[in-house]
């Protein structure tokens, strides 16, 4: 073989693997959230009496009514085709209330009545893609305020931490100090205990200064466990940034505070969007402390958890939850990605 | 303008790790000043004092009679090229050069007419709305530069902004510098670790070494009457010939050679009789000449042709000396060549201090 049609070869299939594991890597981290969003969209039936479940939900749904000595049987199209009885009976309206949860679509009672009269019919009705969303907040009590009252944790906890870390770090890139290691190494020091087992003290001393079962208290003791991590992930973004910059703008007129807003601030915009996420996802995410530290007022992640729990309620209702929950966290962590890549020259996240 | 002054000025780290001994220093109205040394004499510390962006441990700057030594730098009204250009990375060519104005609070069109005849003047206005990581080095230190006239300083202080150039760009942005300070007529004080730099931009050059001012003069005195050894050694290139000579009865005895001293020197050279001086020859004062007349007479070693002239070194004892001789005839190693010295450039250190001997 000739040398170039070699080396086309080996190029070719080193591009080759290359895509082999790049697709392989995807379909790993995709196929659980492939698996959770399509749940969150089955209906009782697809969820629950399919085997084996379905990978989807069906696009459309079929329906045939028949009569029979008792009154009417309606039955459902299963996926492989054939007909299976959902309810026997005469009363439209129960029959279609029966329906409407077991299928997800929008039969009316009228529309039943309608078919019956019309029996033997098959028809297919608009499947409502949004039903298990919408049950999961109605059988879910405190669902809407849990997911406001997780927002303002979030918010709160982003504050704080970048407002208090934000600045640590800057201390600690940029003036030598007593103790300046140590203390480094100490802000990380809280991140030792595992929430839970921290959890009990937490309890005591917010119940102590009132904060107990609030999402201020909450927001608190997220912060402080994130302030650590904001303060070294900061402290490396403003590492990179020459004090020459700072000096520049100071001897071009600019006060202390001046300088730090219009030249340290945007440049080490990269880092503190990458400390926002981290402790968005953390605060967004936390379970367990919220669990314990709040009764009545629990963040939207002890919903979903209780909901998951719940022997009652449905897994194809608990993965609706999830995808809620999901939700912010992907948004949030796409609407900063821009500031999270290194937008100018020489500064890196 | 108003002078720039320092007065004893020091400053120092921790217990006893002086950065700067007292020095005074005066910047005329109007002077292009440049603080010369290697790295770590201090020169920096200087222009980093005046600045404010140091504070110095004893001492006051005035310009004319306002003293700043407590000002922030804000307020100093002095402006500063740096060695790393420091421009704005998030900032446009424009809002680099505007954004020192708009803290002046100066009107919208008046900043509007600042920037643009700035930028022209080096050359840059048709890179304005460019962000400094679309330029090259040149153009972002003439972003540096266009900054920090636009804001017409009383003082104008440059830190080493040469030294992050190619050579050649170099030596362009020297001449510019010259000219523009020609036109401006800002007091400057320049640092640059770079002799040749110093020579051709300075009106008055101030020689600094470990934290010491050892001489403060003319590109012209500096480098034919040298206060010091050090001095001596570091202006100058190819560097000047060093020679360890005792003066004999008027004469400067060396083991390979002996020369006479020119009258001028006679009477000082009765004082230092018997004595050790080192003997400072810059390269173009050691001559290619006849054998009848030379001083000295050595093979070549090595040959540097270097277009309007050739550098010519050979071996004395352990040491390297370097003459220049003329382009033509072009001398080959091996060679001998017979040189002389012309005893009118001649300077003289004590060996043990390096102070100048004077004639």
């Given amino acids: 073989m000739k040398p170039e049609s070699l080396r086309m070869l080996r190029r070719l299939a080193r591009t080759t693997t290359l895509y082999i594991v790049v697709t392989g890597l995807a379909v790993i981290i995709l196929t659980p959230v492939f698996l959770l969003v399509s749940l969150s969209f089955m209906s009782d039936l697809e969820a629950y009496n399919e085997w084996p479940m379905p990978l989807m939900p069906a696009a459309g749904i ?75 907040f109605q059988v879910s009590p405190g669902a809407y305020a849990a997911l406001w009252r ?104 600019a006060s202390a505070v001046g300088a730090f807003w219009h030249v340290t601030l945007p440049l080490a915009l990269p880092g503190l969007a990458a400390s926002a996420m981290y402790a968005f996802i953390a605060s967004w995410n936390e379970t367990i402390q919220a669990l314990v530290l709040t009764q009545f007022n629990p963040t939207f992640p002890v919903v979903v958890y209780q909901a998951l729990l719940d022997s009652r309620s449905m897994v194809h209702l608990a993965a609706a939850g999830s995808v809620v929950m999901a939700l912010p966290a992907v948004i949030f962590t796409f609407l900063i990605r821009r500031y999270m890549v290194s937008m100018w020259g020489g500064v890196n996240v | ?35 010369l040394g290697p790295s770590g004499c201090g020169k920096s510390t200087t222009i980093r004092i005046i600045a404010g962006l140091v504070e110095p441990t004893s001492g006051t700057v005035h310009v004319g009679d306002r003293e700043i030594t407590d000002l922030p730098p804000r307020k100093r009204r002095l402006s500063m090229v740096f060695q790393n250009y420091a421009v704005w990375p998030h900032m446009t060519v424009y809002d680099n050069v505007a954004f020192p104005l708009r803290l002046q609070k100066r009107p919208k069109t008046e900043i509007d007419r600042m920037v643009r005849e700035m930028t022209e003047l080096v050359a840059i206005e048709h890179l304005l709305t460019r962000r400094p990581d679309q330029l090259s080095g040149g153009q972002r230190q003439r972003v540096a530069l266009a900054r920090a006239l636009a804001v017409e300083p009383e003082v104008f202080l440059m830190d080493e902004p040469l030294s992050n150039l190619d050579a050649k760009l170099r030596g362009q942005m020297r001449t510019e510098l010259r000219a523009i300070h020609q036109r401006t007529g800002a007091t400057t004080v320049f640092v640059t670790h770079d002799q040749a730099e110093a020579m051709s931009l300075a009106d008055r050059i101030v020689v600094m070494h470990e934290g010491r001012i050892i001489q403060v003069g003319t590109p012209e005195e500096i480098y034919s009457r040298s206060a010091s050894r050090f001095v001596a050694a570091f202006i100058g290139s ?87 001789a003329p382009a033509s005839p072009r001398l080959a190693p091996g060679a001998v060549v017979h040189l002389r010295f012309r005893l009118e450039h001649l300077m003289l250190f004590d060996s043990r201090t390096g102070e100048r001997v004077e004639p």
């Fill in chain 2, 1 to 35: 303008m108003p002078d720039l002054n320092l007065r004893n000025i020091s400053k120092r780290y921790g217990r006893d790790s002086w950065a700067l001994h007292p020095i005074d220093l005066t910047a005329r109205d109007g002077e292009f000043l440049v603080l």
């Fill in chain 2, 238 to 324: 190819p560097p000047a010939n060093f020679f360890v000579v005792q003066v004999r009865g008027g004469k400067l005895v060396h083991n390979a050679f002996t020369v006479e001293l020119p009258a001028s020197w006679q009477s000082a050279a009765a004082g230092q009789e018997g004595r050790e001086l080192e003997l400072a020859v810059r390269p173009e004062d050691l001559l290619p000449t006849h054998e009848s007349d030379a001083h000295l007479s050595r093979a070549i070693s090595v040959v540097e042709p270097q277009g309007s002239h050739q550098i010519v070194a050979f071996m004395l004892g352990k040491e390297m000396v370097k003459a220049i």
């Fill in chain 1, 62 to 136: 079929a329906f045939r009514v028949e009569a029979t000595e008792a009154g009417y049987v309606l039955s459902v199209r299963k996926v492989d085709g054939s007909f299976q009885s959902l309810i026997e009976g005469t009363d439209a309206e129960a029959m279609a209330a029966f329906a409407r949860r077991k299928t997800n679509c929008g039969l009316t009672a009228g529309e039943l009545r309608q078919a019956m009269s019309e029996a033997p019919r098959e028809w297919s009705p608009q499947r409502e893609w949004l039903a298990n969303y919408r049950t999961f």
């Fill in chain 1, 150 to 253: 997780s927002v303002y944790v979030a918010l709160v906890t982003i504050g704080l931490s970048l407002t208090i870390g934000g600045l640590a770090g800057y201390a600690f890139a940029r003036y030598r100090f007593v103790g300046r290691k140590g203390l480094k190494l100490g802000v990380l020091f809280v991140r030792m205990f595992p929430g839970v087992s921290i959890a009990i003290p937490m309890v005591i001393i917010l119940g102590s200064i009132g904060l107990y079962d609030r999402p201020l208290g909450l927001a608190l003791v997220y912060a402080v466990g994130q302030i650590g991590l904001t303060v070294w992930i900061t402290a490396s973004i403003f590492l990179g940034i020459p004090r020459e910059l700072e000096e520049a703008a100071h001897v071009f007129g």
